[in-house]
T-cell receptor
Framework: TQLLEQSPQFLSIQEGENLTVYCNSSSVFSSLQWYRQEPGEGPVLLVTVVTGGEVKKLKRLTFQFGDARKDSSLHITAAQPGDTGLYLCAGARGATNKLIFGTGTLLAVQP | NAGVTQTPKFRVLKTGQSMTLLCAQDMNHEYMYWYRQDPGMGLRLIHYSVGEGTTAKGEVPDGYNVSRLKKQNFLLGLESAAPSQTSVYFC??????????????FGPGTRLTVL
């Protein structure tokens, strides 16, 4: 059972465009993380959001945690080729904060 | 400080063969995890450990065993490999902390093919 669904699954855009990736679930999470993964490497943490409604900005990336802590979004402004990669959301649950990963969004930014 | 390392990087097995994947971390982290990554499915947790000498099942534990004899190492074993275990395997570790500091550090992965 996949608890976290990401959309879109694939996204190919031109440099300079804006985009939003969604991460949705019917379950509540204690925190939500976003990772980026490049080919041949492991995922690297971008951000952790903990509070419902929380918004965090990381340069051109804006992350939002839903009010009910069930969903999240990642917005990239003026995308650059260096943003290309697989974006994964992950929700933490349980006493040991095990992560449930989303299905992933593969982003390609063309120069 | 190497972070999280995994050996081997690539491996091809025949059905029924066995192998062990090694994960090592030099950050003195208490928690360690083994995931598998398959296309369109994100990462799924196989087994995890909250400390030396302890292990627990994750989301997809069948066909795998693990051991954490030393704090810095977490081994993943396949006793009798099956084609369904063809995947990329990632190890991760994290220290005990608050939700805001709950960062998992991932290794570079092991690409396993079972023929």
């Amino acid at each position: 059972t996949q608890l976290l669904e990401q959309s879109p699954q694939f996204l190919s855009i031109q440099e300079g465009e804006n985009l939003t990736v969604y991460c949705n679930s019917s379950s509540v999470f204690s925190s939500l993380q976003w990772y980026r993964q490049e080919p041949g490497e492991g995922p690297v943490l971008l951000v952790t959001v903990v509070t419902g409604g929380e918004v965090k900005k990381l340069k051109r990336l804006t992350f939002q945690f839903g009010d009910a802590r069930k969903d999240s979004s990642l917005h990239i402004t003026a995308a650059q080729p260096g943003d290309t990669g697989l974006y994964l959301c992950a929700g933490a649950r349980g006493a040991t904060n095990k992560l449930i990963f989303g299905t992933g969004t593969l982003l390609a930014v063309q120069p | 400080n190497a972070g999280v390392t995994q050996t081997p990087k690539f491996r091809v097995l025949k059905t029924g063969q066995s192998m062990t994947l090694l994960c090592a971390q030099d950050m003195n982290h208490e928690y360690m995890y083994w995931y598998r990554q398959d296309p369109g499915m994100g990462l799924r947790l196989i087994h995890y450990s909250v400390g030396e000498g302890t292990t627990a099942k994750g989301e997809v534990p069948d066909g795998y065993n693990v051991s954490r004899l030393k704090k810095q190492n977490f081994l993943l074993g396949l006793e009798s490999a099956a084609p369904s275990q063809t995947s990329v395997y990632f190890c991760a570790s994290r220290k005990i902390g608050t939700l805001h500091t709950d960062t998992q550090y991932f290794g570079p992965g092991t690409r396993l093919t079972v023929l």
